[in-house]
């Protein structure tokens, strides 16, 4: 499953990634990310929305494949970057606790395949 998530929900993305980083429930960069997919460590994936269609085919591709949610954020590279305390772009982020889903609202957003 692929979903969009809107405007509204960007600052509930910004302060809850920011949250689950200091817990230490989050992975950022994207070989990292595909790894953490593989592992089935991750529970869920965000993607910036810059991020280039080669990079977001990737993701896609293999969280489908193993099965684990993914979101296009309306978070930049750098935003998304910031929401987890780096200090460059990061192309994707992923979950890695499930108790910090509640957090994030996804029900409410529009689907897209």
Do not use: W
């Amino acid at each position: 499953m692929f979903k969009i998530l809107s405007e509204i929900n960007k600052k509930k993305i910004e302060n809850s990634l920011g949250l689950a980083k200091r817990a230490g429930a989050v992975i950022s960069g994207t070989e990292l990310v595909v790894r953490s997919i593989r592992k089935k460590k991750a529970v869920h994936v965000f993607i910036g929305s810059d991020a280039s269609d080669g990079t977001v085919k990737k993701l896609r591709d293999k969280a489908a494949f193993y099965q684990i949610p993914a979101t296009k954020t309306e978070l930049s590279m750098s935003d998304l970057g910031k929401c987890v305390g780096l200090m460059r772009p990061t192309a994707a982020v992923s979950l890695t606790n499930k108790s910090f889903l509640g957090l994030f609202d996804l029900e409410s957003t529009e689907v897209h395949v």
